[in-house]
């Protein structure tokens, strides 16, 4: 068996690396082991040779590139140790693609499982144990947790204690080594940070060495490196000064080191009692103190979660947090009872010889084993196009939260409208064409009402002359003259499908007054999406009204302009209406779609399915949408950008595959409009979800550290029509696979369609 690990490794100092190395070994046997180490950028590691690849931490490409090289390792199994704190990107996120590019099982190793993480933080190690075929934790307590905070099911994980080398020493003799032969020695290792609780055992010492005045307490450990980028040695500076406020400096000792485990345990047979006094329950898993139980010490700690978990049984002795009073107790009463010490030493022995790291890699590689040489399961294939199983609930939750009488604001910080920033044309056309299409497929009242709204906002910014403003503070001052281009075309879009699809008389009137008062401008437009913003309402309005002429005519010469783009730009291998892929690209195929279906014009078809194959070409190639980044628009001929993705560039897209398929009936593009929408449920680059599932809004978008976690109208609209769009697509898919039934049926019995019936499918 060929087994990659992806961790923290030696001679970087980190308890992850050590116990990375500790299981590579205990699983090496007959086995061949690769690392991909995790590299800080702090120092230059001298790794062994079992370290085939480094990856820079804060270096995204370098965790894509480690996908690659383990795929063409010829590993069977991956095993990731996971950690928050040593993989790139906000809160590890960077991680997350390298995962999903896996083409073998993987199981992790979870060190820690927070209780109430962040948001970004569940979502990361959501997505990781939905990506792993089996989840390794190391107590009862840590699997509780993944079963109610974070929905894993239990069949899923699996208990494999933490790991202890076989290190035997004589006590007199180490306690001889490290010169404490006439001492009562307390120890505490692992690196120094304030929620180590030191200084509860320092307080506790003076009541101690009234009774026992051999005491000495020694801890071990550096500095963690986090605590010295913050603060450097302010804590082990607090615990010395304390030290000598209590004149204690003959009885305690502050190592700061990190030891070799052969040391560590030598330090571990010469205690006496072995303390982890932490300040708080959080400490999910606690190497130290397995290490202390494995080594047969009597361990004493406060009642974190793992210690409370391990030491039951009467295996230890347990004192509240900060509680050096009670912990002074409870170090009297042991040293007065060495019988007491012996029986709990006898039971940690016991456990520690179960939990050696020969015992723990035969664990791991019977695991192992089942995964590699069991058939999985395979997952149920859907006999559609669209599962809507796993779309999350429509709601228009956060959209209330954004508007007020005026409209919608459009900016968020997270998912609280930031009213600085007031009011612009653009998300209200969009918010118009949102509410148009919900209350158009499920008679939503709220969307009714929000309607009004949006249509009053637009019918406000209007000018004299047709055009519009964009852009409206919140305390309704006008901030510019005319709106650009493109806001302009997103208007006229959802004006006329409120045409097409008006809930009552008013609000088509009112939405064709401000249609046509904008009419002299359409063909003034000179950008290219403007024009197919614009081409895009125009067609909705002719679906109602398909005798307007003078109309249909803007909308050909308005066609002829995209037209004419695309011949001038398009060349081998580029097939595409300018130089470069910029933003809301699927927007350009999507009008001609329209306008061929209004038009009946058979090169605007043409050219639309042409440059819709060549932006899926470079957008689809991987099995999920990839939108190009706004950080570095793609020029031809050049590299593209993967990061600053925008929600408006996946909706475009999904409006893109489900005209596509009303034009053609094909399921293909059903497909590709799933595809496209799954983008924002997390099947992207980034591999998280851009929908919030508590705000019920939709983030603005991903960087390359992670996502933007700010929700305002742009995004959480674009979200939103592309869920309304799914949901309609699925419906005609039903209604055209129902169809197709028909026709199936009558053809076996010598039955034909009749003509009109063909003509109502269209």
């Known amino acids: 068996m060929k087994i990659a690990f992806i961790a923290t490794y030696p001679p970087r100092e980190c308890g992850i690396g050590t116990f990375t190395q500790s299981l590579a070994r205990a699983m090496k046997d007959n086995n061949e082991i690769i690392i991909i180490a995790m590299h800080d950028g702090q120092e230059d590691y001298a790794f062994p040779p079992e370290v085939q690849l480094i990856i820079r931490q804060e270096h995204q490409t370098d965790y894509l590139k480690a996908a690659d090289f383990i795929n063409k390792s010829g590993a069977d199994i991956c095993i990731l140790q996971h950690e928050f704190g040593i993989y790139g990107g906000q809160s590890g996120v960077f991680i997350l693609p390298l995962l999903h590019r896996l083409q073998m099982p993987l199981i992790s190793t979870l060190h820690t499982i927070l209780k109430t993480p962040s948001y970004t933080e569940k979502a990361i190690l959501k997505k990781i144990c939905s990506m792993s075929e089996k989840l390794v934790v190391m107590s009862q307590k840590a699997i509780q947790f993944l079963e109610e905070i974070y929905d894993v099911p239990s069949e899923k994980i699996a208990r494999i204690e933490h790991g202890v080398p076989d290190f035997h020493f004589d006590k007199e003799k180490a306690r001889a080594e490290l010169k404490f032969t006439d001492k009562k020695l307390l120890f505490t290792f692992g690196f120094v940070g304030r929620n180590k609780g030191i200084e509860t055992v320092i307080k506790a010492l003076p009541q101690i060495i009234e009774k026992h005045p051999d005491i000495v307490y020694v801890v071990l450990g550096k500095t963690h490196p986090n605590v010295l980028r913050s603060e450097g040695e302010q804590y082990r500076n607090d615990l010395k000064v304390l030290i000598n406020t209590l004149n204690l400096n003959d009885h305690v000792m502050l190592l700061n080191e990190f030891a070799e485990e052969k040391e560590l345990f030598k330090y571990l047979a010469a205690s006496d009692i072995y303390i982890t006094p932490y300040i708080n329950e959080a400490q999910i898993t606690s190497g130290t103190l397995t290490y202390a139980m494995g080594s047969g010490c009597v361990v004493v700690s406060t009642p974190y979660w793992h210690a409370a978990e391990l030491l039951t049984g009467n295996k230890g002795c347990l004192f509240d947090f900060k509680d050096d009073n009670g912990l002074a107790k409870v170090l009297n009463e042991l040293f007065d009872k060495p019988e007491l010490m012996q029986t709990i030493q006898q039971k940690a022995l016991k456990y520690g010889q179960g939990i050696i790291w020969p015992k723990i890699g035969e664990k791991y590689l019977e695991l192992a084993e089942r995964l590699i040489y069991e058939p999985i399961k395979a997952e149920p294939q859907t006999e559609t196009e669209i599962d809507p199983s796993i779309l999350p609930p429509f709601s228009l939750t956060h959209i209330k939260r954004l508007t007020d009488d005026t409209g919608i604001i459009q900016h968020a910080k997270f ?33 009714l009402d929000l309607m009004a709204i949006y249509l009053s906002y637009i019918h406000y910014m209007q000018n004299e002359d047709g055009t519009f403003r964009n852009f409206l503070s919140f305390n309704r001052n006008f901030l510019d003259e005319v709106g650009s281009e493109d806001s302009f075309g997103r208007t006229i879009w959802s004006l006329g499908y409120l045409m097409q699809n008006a809930p009552n008389d008013a609000f088509y009137q009112t939405a064709r007054l401000i249609f046509f008062e904008a009419v002299p401008n359409f063909e003034k437009i000179k950008s290219i999406r403007g024009i197919a913003n614009t081409t895009i309402g125009i067609c909705y309005y002719l679906k109602s009204n398909p005798g307007d002429l003078d109309i ?14 695309f011949e001038q730009n398009r060349s081998k291998d580029w097939d595409w209406f ?48 990839s939108v190009i980044g706004n950080r570095q628009w793609f020029v031809k001929n050049a590299e593209r950008s993967i990061y600053a993705q925008q929600p408006i560039d996946a909706m475009a897209m999904v409006l893109m595959y489900y005209q596509a398929f009303v034009l ?13 929408y799954r983008w924002f449920l997390g099947e992207n680059d980034l591999r998280l979800s851009l929908y919030d599932f508590e705000t019920k809004g939709c983030c603005d978008g991903f960087e390359e550290h992670g996502v933007n976690r700010n929700q305002g109208a742009e995004s959480s609209l674009a979200y939103l029509i592309s869920h309304l769009t799914v949901l309609q697509a699925y419906e005609e898919s039903d209604q055209f696979r129902e169809f197709d039934n028909l026709n199936d049926l009558r053809n076996s019995t010598n039955h034909t369609s009749k003509p009109s019936e063909t003509k109502i499918l269209k």
Do not use: W
């Not at 249909?552 to 783009?565: A, D, F």
């Open 578 to 625: 300018e130089s470069l892929l910029a933003y809301d690209n699927g927007i350009l195929p999507l009008a001609l779609l329209h306008a061929s279906q209004i038009l009946e014009n058979k090169k605007a078809k043409e050219i639309a399915i042409e440059s819709m194959n060549f932006l899926t070409t470079h957008t689809l190639k991987d099995g999920y949408l």
């Open 552 to 565: 249909k005519m803007r909308l050909v010469r308005m066609t002829n302009v995209l037209i004419v783009h």
């Open 664 to 676: 053609t009936g094909k399921g293909m593009y059903l497909k590709k409009l799933f595809t496209s």
């Open 415 to 447: 998912g609280i409208p930031n009213l600085k920033e007031g009011y612009c044309l653009d998300d209200n056309a969009r918010a118009l064409l949102m509410v148009s299409m919900a209350y158009k497929q499920k008679k939503n009242q709220e969307a």
